[in-house]
């Protein structure tokens, strides 16, 4: 920890701070304004902290790998969220956190990440590699594609719609098998900053802004960072979710509204501040990496995987979803290639992607 500068040391202090009395909070069920304020601090420090220790590894193992591990460790809460949620019979928490978390990184996050690449870059253009972009709208097609299907199965009533469980199972397994196919040589693929292949892996990136730094913090030291943020993010997400939901019932909020907007920004909140301070500083296929990471994870691995897992708790989990979300991410998966298929994206597409976020935001807050 001697690396690390004085400022950055008392941030990890006061964040650790925060996090245990977000915990103490919660299990001294104090009034829920505070737990919920609370909670929130810790879940920005966290942020911070991943964000810190995700571009010390980027210095080591390119943009592919620790845009995917920063994306793990990142999607870790909706992960515990839509577990705790199916075990309580929340069925439509469980599945609003999924399809959430799916709109506010490729619409929200995204969109504001290209806005701050865009406004940082010489001509007013954000520049990146190009196929996690094309790989992603892909693995999200595939996702949209089956629920799609049942959704037209569903609308019409033939004799599939009776067998959506089973349906279900089939698709998760497909999605499986078609994310692991591509992740593996994606990641084997990765280049390291500072090769001289670097270049080529960019395509057509100029957005480094010459040689990447070298890590100050040791390998051992950046990974016990990301692992313990990530970690303790989950356990932090879940606290503020118990105290929001106090707040949702006087406020008079609807469940799509906390489901879709609050919680999904909340998870989100490690991709949120991650990309946004890496496309700052101008390390633009890191930054995309680690938001379209987190897309491709949660629509092609994390959503199939909790459909599995479902099966084993008390509410079961199919792609079976209302039609405004079905259209929404039929709508969000056309944009997103539209926007970043080939590789640039100017501000103007960045405020596009979020205005299309605050639209559906506006349309569940009437749910």
């Not at 629509?299 to 459909?307: I, K, S, T």
């Amino acid at each position: 920890m001697s690396a690390l500068r004085t400022p950055e040391r008392t941030a990890l202090l006061c964040i650790a701070l925060l996090t245990a009395l977000a915990g103490v909070a919660n299990y001294g069920a104090w009034a829920a304004v505070p737990r919920f304020a609370i909670a929130t601090l810790a879940l920005a420090g966290l942020a911070w902290v991943v964000s810190f220790a995700t571009e010390q590894l980027g210095e080591r193992f390119g943009p592919a790998v620790t845009g995917m591990l920063q994306s793990t460790l990142g999607n870790l809460p909706e992960l515990f969220v839509v577990i705790f949620a199916l075990q309580k019979g929340e069925l439509v928490v469980a599945q609003t956190a999924i399809v959430g978390s799916i709109l506010a990184n490729a619409l929200l996050v995204l969109g504001l990440v290209i806005v701050v690449g865009a406004r940082r870059a010489p001509d007013g253009v954000m520049r990146f590699s190009r196929r996690l972009p094309r790989d992603t709208a892909t693995l999200l097609q595939v996702t949209v594609f089956i629920i799609v299907l049942l959704g037209l199965s569903l609308g019409s009533h033939d004799p599939a719609s009776h067998h959506v469980k089973a349906i279900s199972v089939v698709g998760a397994i497909c999605l499986l098998v078609v994310y692991l196919s591509w992740v593996v040589p994606y990641l084997r693929a990765d280049v390291v900053p500072g090769t001289a292949d670097e270049s080529d892996a960019a395509g057509e990136s100029v957005a480094g802004a010459g040689a990447a730094p070298h890590p100050r913090l040791p390998l051992a030291v950046a990974l016990a960072l990301l692992l313990s943020a990530g970690t303790a993010s989950a356990f932090v997400s879940d606290w503020f979710i118990n105290g929001l939901k106090p707040a949702i019932v006087q406020l008079h909020i609807s469940q799509a509204f906390a489901g879709l907007v609050i919680v999904a920004i909340a998870g989100n909140a490690v991709e949120n501040a991650a990309g946004l301070v890496l496309s700052w500083k101008g390390r633009s296929d890191l930054a995309i990496s680690v938001v379209k990471n987190s897309v491709a994870q949660i629509a092609a691995f994390l959503f199939p995987l909790l459909v599995l897992i479902s099966f084993a708790l008390s509410t079961t989990l199919t792609f079976s979803l209302a039609p405004v979300y079905i259209g929404a991410l039929v709508l969000t998966a056309l944009a997103l290639a539209q926007v970043t298929g080939d590789g640039e994206a100017a501000a103007f597409e960045g405020w596009a992607l979020v205005a299309l976020y605050v639209i559906l935001g506006a349309l569940t807050l009437y749910e």
